[in-house]
C-alpha cells in the first residue's frame, strides 16, 4: 500500500487550511455564509468553508479514471487527519490477488471490522482511507480490514462485489466468525449492503453491517439528488461518470446487487448503522434503505449529521464537524460490538 506524499507546497497549503479552518465559527459563517437546506438544516461553518476550497479545484470527473485516482488521493492526503499508527498494521494477500490492510492488534480472538472504502467504484484506495479505518480501530479496539477491491472501469460490475464475498470467507477464516462487522462508505456502503443480502441464510452472518451514506438505488432519482446537484463534494455529473464506468451497457439498474434497495424483503438480514448527512445527494438513499430494514423487521440505528457533507469521514483534518461526526459513527460501532443475548454466540 502506497501513501499519496505531499510536496513541501502542498503541506504548507495543508497547514494554512488547516489553521483557517479552526477560525471561530461565528467568523467563519460570517466569511463563508453557510447555505440552508429545504429541510432548514444549516451547514456546519467549516464544511462551508471545505466547499468553497473544493469549489476552486480539480473536478475529478473531466478526466480519464487513472488521473482522477491522482486527484482524489492528494485530497485525502490533504483533508484527512494524521492518525496514529495502530499497534499491528500488516498488509496481506486475501488470495488471488486481492489486497488487504488489518489495523488494529493483530489479536485473531477479537472482533473485525471488515471495511471497504469509497470512490464511486472508480477511485479511491485503502491509503486515501488510512485514517477512518485508524479512528475505527482505535475507538472500538477491534481490528479493521481495509479491503482493496478492483476498480472500475478496468474492472466492472460486480467485480468489487465479488471481491467483498472472497474478503469475507478469508475474514471468517482468520477470525472469530461471530464477531465480524460490514462497513463501508459511499460504494463501499453498497458493497457492503449487497454482501450482507448475498450472505443471507448462510450458517454465519456477519455481527453488523454499517452503512455510511450508502448508495443504495442507482434505478431513481431522488429529491436530495436534485436539492445538491452541484455540491462540490459529489455533483450529479461525478455521480454519471462513476456510473459511465462502473455499469456495462445494458446492466440492469433495478438488480439488487446493483440497487440493494430493490431487493424487496430485507427482513433476516443483520442489524444495521446508517449514517446520512444533510447535504448529500444520497441522503435519500440511505434513508430510504433505513426505512427498508426497519419494515422489513431489521433493528436499524440512523445517524443523521445535519450540517454535513457527502465524504465527510475524509474531512477529519479541516473540519472538526466532520471529525466529531466521525466519534459519533465510532461510537455506534462500538455499542455494536459489545455482545448483548439476542447477540450471544451459539
Not at 440552508?36 to 461553518?45: F, I, Q
Not at 472500538?140 to 481495509?146: C, F, I, K, P, Y
Not at 446493483?258 to 447535504?279: E, K, N, Q, W, Y
Not at 455482545?339 to 450471544?344: D, K, L, N, Q
Amino acid at each position: 500500500m502506497t501513501t499519496a506524499r505531499l510536496t513541501f507546497g502542498q503541506r504548507l497549503q495543508r497547514a494554512f487550511v488547516i489553521a483557517l479552518s479552526r477560525t471561530p465559527a461565528p467568523l467563519l459563517a460570517r466569511l463563508v455564509r453557510p447555505p440552508v437546506n429545504a429541510a432548514g438544516d444549516r451547514m456546519a461553518a467549516d464544511v462551508a468553508f471545505l466547499m468553497r476550497l473544493m469549489e476552486a479545484g480539480d473536478d475529478y470527473s473531466d478526466l480519464p479514471a487513472t488521473d482522477a485516482r491522482e486527484v482524489t488521493e492528494r485530497d485525502a492526503a490533504l483533508f484527512a487527519d494524521r492518525v496514529g499508527p495502530c499497534a499491528v498494521e500488516r498488509e496481506l494477500d486475501l488470495g488471488g490477488g486481492l489486497a488487504a490492510t488489518r489495523y488494529g492488534s493483530g489479536d485473531p480472538s477479537g472482533s473485525l471490522i471488515l471495511f471497504l472504502h469509497g470512490g464511486g467504484f472508480a477511485l479511491g484506495s485503502r491509503a486515501s482511507y488510512a485514517a477512518p479505518a485508524r479512528m475505527l480501530a482505535h475507538g472500538t479496539g477491534a481490528d479493521v480490514l481495509s479491503v482493496e477491491y478492483r476498480l472500475a472501469p478496468e474492472h466492472p460490475f460486480p467485480a468489487a462485489h465479488d471481491d467483498a464475498l472472497a474478503a469475507w470467507r478469508y475474514a471468517v477464516e482468520h477470525a472469530d466468525p461471530h464477531r465480524i462487522v460490514v462497513a463501508g462508505e459511499s460504494a463501499g456502503g453498497n458493497i457492503a449492503a449487497v454482501l450482507c443480502q448475498r450472505l443471507r441464510g448462510e450458517t454465519v452472518q456477519p455481527m453488523a453491517q454499517v452503512l455510511i451514506q450508502p448508495v443504495t438505488d442507482v434505478s431513481e432519482r431522488r429529491p436530495s439528488q436534485d436539492e445538491f446537484a452541484g455540491s462540490p463534494a459529489l455533483s450529479a455529473k461525478q455521480i454519471e461518470w462513476f456510473m459511465g464506468h462502473y455499469l456495462p451497457e445494458g446492466t440492469d439498474r433495478l438488480d439488487p446487487r446493483v440497487s440493494p434497495l430493490r431487493a424487496g424483503d430485507l427482513s433476516g438480514l443483520p442489524r444495521a448503522i446508517v449514517t446520512v448527512a444533510g447535504f448529500d445527494p444520497l441522503r435519500d438513499d440511505g434513508l430510504a434503505y433505513a426505512t427498508a430494514l426497519l419494515t422489513s423487521g431489521v433493528p436499524t440505528e440512523v445517524i443523521h449529521e445535519p450540517g454535513l457533507v457527502h465524504g465527510y469521514i475524509s474531512f477529519t483534518a479541516i473540519s472538526r464537524s466532520s471529525k466529531a461526526a466521525m466519534g459519533r459513527l465510532v461510537d455506534a460501532v462500538s455499542t455494536a460490538l459489545k455482545p448483548t443475548p439476542e447477540r450471544s454466540e451459539p
